[in-house]
């Protein structure tokens, strides 16, 4: 299938005394023989792109030395089509005829389309381009009966491939289109990194949600969080306070083995306090002494026969 | 492609890849942000579930209905004046306790997790009385 995305675009026949007319918009270029010059050869290549990197070698004697020129290829039943093209001249005659650059779509050659020309168009009073021996050539009117019926170009003349665009020295680009295709190619890379990176994150964030849903399906009653927060609260409560009694206990056990003797024990929740008797001074200072490393409140009551220990939360 | 754009095709095509990057560099930021947030939560949420879990198999071990009677037998039945257990609550009354036997039996009930209310001793002479309250 062929799409002539190109076809919508005007096709102009640029030729020597081509009509000076102005554009607006898009325009394809068809280049009479005028404008480029042609080589056939029958070459055991492949491939285009062998072909064009030859194309210098192959066309060197039909060139003049002191032109830059460029170069395009295309195949033509069993022969190599090269053309060689001077694209500065091409320029400043598109510019000498009103025709912006930026409008220039594509460039084509004549040859490309010779079957075309199998009837000829008429350029000027006395010069026509014809199909001749498979050549798309100039010649003059005079060549051709007076009776002749000229065809005219249009849109249908444009080739389905293998045109060429003019390079872009008038473009107002900061940056040319190489270097400006290698930063895109290596931004594309990082942002497809980027999303890479990002996916993984994305898995992992399931992966971890799927491991706290496990956790959860072992303790159902603790999968809300209203109800997590309610249950923790009353059991650390609980284990805080059930804690503070059992220090406390373990707390008086010193004191007793040191000759004190329980007198009264009081455990709450919040509180717990003891009255310990001391039978003598000593007894009572050694425990004295020792109890301040136990972070209790110590009183010494009753001319110092008693201590009374206690702890809050 | 319109002809001013045309013009600026090479910028375009590098100001469209930047865009992207950052699109894309914005994209993973915030799904790093996502993991960096749901680790910590997803870390806490499970040592709080783990934390409330041994607090509740600790406070509310299902066998303490058969440990807590037990403790009436630690001293002769004569000293044991009252021993109730109603819905998980115990209100026991302990007399003429020794300190032995007083220290024998605070000792098994700091070793059960049952939830003291309360724990009253008084020493009465050379024995000792105790009340206590408890649930689990």
Same mark, same amino acid.
């Given at each position: 299938?062929?799409?002539?995305?190109?076809?919508?675009?005007?096709?102009?026949?640029?030729?020597?005394?081509?009509?000076?007319?102005?554009?607006?918009?898009?325009?394809?270029?068809?280049?009479?023989?005028?404008?480029?010059?042609?080589?056939?050869?029958?070459?055991?290549?492949?491939?285009?792109?062998?072909?064009?990197?030859?194309?210098?070698?192959?066309?060197?004697?039909?060139?003049?030395?002191?032109?830059?020129?460029?170069?395009?290829?295309?195949?033509?039943?069993?022969?190599?089509?090269?053309?060689?093209?001077?694209?500065?001249?091409?320029?400043?005659?598109?510019?000498?005829?009103?025709?912006?650059?930026?409008?220039?779509?594509?460039?084509?050659?004549?040859?490309?389309?010779?079957?075309?020309?199998?009837?000829?168009?008429?350029?000027?009073?006395?010069?026509?381009?014809?199909?001749?021996?498979?050549?798309?050539?100039?010649?003059?009117?005079?060549?051709?009966?007076?009776?002749?019926?000229?065809?005219?170009?249009?849109?249908?003349?444009?080739?389905?491939?293998?045109?060429?665009?003019?390079?872009?020295?008038?473009?107002?680009?900061?940056?040319?289109?190489?270097?400006?295709?290698?930063?895109?190619?290596?931004?594309?890379?990082?942002?497809?990194?980027?999303?890479?990176?990002?996916?993984?994150?994305?898995?992992?964030?399931?992966?971890?949600?799927?491991?706290?849903?496990?956790?959860?399906?072992?303790?159902?009653?603790?999968?809300?969080?209203?109800?997590?927060?309610?249950?923790?609260?009353?059991?650390?409560?609980?284990?805080?306070?059930?804690?503070?009694?059992?220090?406390?206990?373990?707390?008086?056990?010193?004191?007793?083995?040191?000759?004190?003797?329980?007198?009264?024990?009081?455990?709450?929740?919040?509180?717990?306090?003891?009255?310990?008797?001391?039978?003598?001074?000593?007894?009572?200072?050694?425990?004295?002494?020792?109890?301040?490393?136990?972070?209790?409140?110590?009183?010494?009551?009753?001319?110092?026969?008693?201590?009374?220990?206690?702890?809050?939360? | 492609?319109?002809?001013?754009?045309?013009?600026?095709?090479?910028?375009?095509?590098?100001?469209?890849?930047?865009?992207?990057?950052?699109?894309?560099?914005?994209?993973?930021?915030?799904?790093?942000?996502?993991?960096? @947030?749901? $680790?910590?939560? !997803?870390? *806490? /949420?499970?040592?709080?579930?783990?934390? #409330?879990? &041994?607090? %509740?198999?600790?406070?509310?071990?299902?066998?303490?209905?058969?440990?807590?009677? @037990?403790? $009436?037998?630690? !001293?002769? *039945? /004569?000293?044991?004046?009252?021993?109730? #257990?109603? &819905?998980? %609550?115990?209100?026991?009354?302990?007399?003429?306790?020794?300190?032995?036997?007083?220290?024998?039996?605070?000792?098994?009930? *700091?070793?059960?997790?049952?939830?003291?209310?309360?724990?009253?001793? %008084?020493?009465?002479?050379?024995?000792?009385?105790?009340?206590?309250?408890?649930?689990?």
């Amino acid at each position: 299938m062929n799409f002539k995305l190109n076809n919508n675009k005007d096709l102009i026949l640029f030729h020597a005394n081509m009509q000076r007319t102005t554009y607006d918009k898009s325009i394809n270029i068809l280049l009479s023989p005028q404008f480029y010059i042609m080589k056939q050869e029958s070459l055991d290549i492949k491939y285009k792109y062998q072909a064009l990197n030859i194309a210098p070698a192959v066309m060197d004697e039909l060139l003049s030395s002191n032109i830059e020129y460029k170069y395009s290829v295309f195949k033509e039943d069993d022969k190599w089509t090269f053309i060689a093209f001077d694209e500065e001249k091409i320029k400043s005659f598109a510019i000498n005829y009103g025709i912006d650059l930026d409008l220039i779509n594509k460039i084509y050659f004549a040859q490309q389309v010779r079957d075309k020309f199998n009837v000829s168009i008429s350029l000027d009073d006395k010069k026509a381009i014809v199909l001749l021996n498979g050549i798309v050539t100039i010649i003059p009117k005079s060549a051709l009966d007076k009776s002749h019926v000229y065809n005219y170009i249009d849109n249908s003349f444009t080739p389905n491939s293998g045109g060429i665009s003019l390079s872009n020295d008038s473009s107002l680009s900061l940056i040319d289109k190489k270097s400006s295709l290698i930063l895109s190619v290596i931004f594309i890379l990082f942002t497809f990194i980027f999303i890479f990176e990002g996916s993984r994150y994305s898995k992992e964030i399931i992966a971890s949600q799927d491991k706290l849903t496990t956790t959860l399906q072992k303790y159902p009653s603790l999968s809300s969080k209203y109800s997590r927060d309610s249950i923790e609260q009353k059991y650390k409560k609980i284990d805080k306070q059930q804690r503070a009694i059992r220090n406390f206990l373990k707390k008086l056990s010193s004191p007793i083995r040191d000759g004190a003797v329980l007198s009264e024990l009081t455990l709450r929740g919040t509180t717990q306090k003891a009255l310990l008797e001391t039978k003598t001074d000593t007894i009572h200072q050694k425990i004295k002494q020792k109890s301040k490393s136990l972070d209790l409140k110590i009183e010494s009551i009753k001319n110092n026969s008693y201590i009374a220990l206690e702890s809050k939360i | 492609m319109n002809i001013n754009l045309k013009k600026y095709q090479n910028e375009i095509i590098l100001l469209t890849s930047i865009v992207l990057m950052l699109f894309a560099y914005i994209y993973k930021s915030g799904k790093i942000d996502s993991f960096e @947030k749901g $680790k910590i939560e !997803v870390a *806490s /949420s499970i040592s709080t579930i783990s934390q #409330i879990a &041994s607090l %509740k198999d600790l406070w509310g071990d299902k066998k303490l209905s058969a440990k807590v009677p @037990k403790l $009436k037998s630690l !001293v002769n *039945s /004569s000293k044991v004046k009252l021993f109730s #257990i109603k &819905s998980k %609550k115990l209100k026991a009354k302990f007399v003429d306790l020794t300190i032995k036997e007083l220290t024998i039996l605070l000792q098994k009930i *700091s070793n059960i997790a049952v939830e003291i209310i309360s724990i009253d001793v %008084k020493k009465n002479s050379e024995t000792y009385n105790m009340e206590l309250k408890c649930k689990w």
